[in-house]
């Protein structure tokens, strides 16, 4: 293996360790990374952690000043919105083409996954956003369509730091049996092969989902420190 190669799996290690710490929320939306003290846990010279640091920041994980600081992405109104409207746009799209091309081991592990699911609530907190996220992947990635599955998987990361925060609203309290039925019944509607029903019952599961219950109350939150602003948009 060439020092380049060392290099470069070196610093995909720290990329893979740092997304990990950020999507899990070890590291807190607005914190500031300490390079030398993360490259000294991880093992490796300040190099490869920059070169992660650099692929992070291309992605919008993390944010680098003009005095090369870094720190995680904050977390935002803005950009719960925006994560909502691609998967609004994407993964209706995904479920329909899941329908169409979706193999007997894929159903197999849709339903495997339905089998582990619980609801998305403060009383399960972790378990349950793991779950819920596997459900849905099994779904995607029956799409057999790499370019979707790649953003989808992107924007389901991004996704998760919005969901723990509504772990923490009151309706994150709320058991959300709805919800639940819904993938039942997305599922079955998937291995039926029709799309189209599939696609329609996941847009009404993502307009009534926790992470659009987190967009609203993070609006509200602005609106009420910005009333001026909010009231001119």
Request: hydrophobic residues 45%; neutral net charge.
């Amino acid at each position: 293996m060439t020092s380049a190669n060392v290099f470069s799996s070196k610093g995909g290690l720290a990329y893979a360790e740092l997304r990990r710490r950020i999507t899990s929320g070890e590291l807190a939306p607005g914190s500031r990374l300490s390079q030398y003290e993360l490259a000294e846990e991880m093992g490796m010279s300040i190099t490869p952690l920059r070169e992660a640091i650099r692929r992070l920041a291309s992605e919008d994980w993390v944010v680098m000043d003009a005095h090369r600081d870094v720190r995680v992405a904050p977390m935002s109104a803005f950009e719960a919105r925006e994560l909502l409207e691609v998967r609004f746009s994407l993964e209706p799209s995904a479920t329909e083409l899941a329908a169409l091309r979706r193999t007997d081991r894929e159903i197999a592990a849709m339903r495997a996954a339905a089998d582990a699911l619980l609801p998305v609530t403060r009383s399960w907190g972790e378990e349950a956003i793991t779950a819920h996220r596997a459900f849905h992947r099994a779904i995607y990635a029956a799409s057999h369509n790499n370019v979707m599955v790649r953003l989808l998987d992107d924007l389901w990361d991004k996704a998760d730091r919005y969901r723990r925060i509504g772990l923490e609203l009151p309706a994150g309290a709320e058991p959300r049996t709805i919800d639940l039925n819904q993938h039942h019944r997305i599922l079955e509607l998937v291995v039926a092969g029709e799309g189209a029903a599939a696609a329609g019952l996941v847009r009404s599961h993502i307009r009534n989902s926790l992470g659009a219950m987190v967009t609203d109350a993070l609006e509200g939150r602005e609106r009420a420190y910005h009333p001026i602003a909010g009231r001119s948009a």
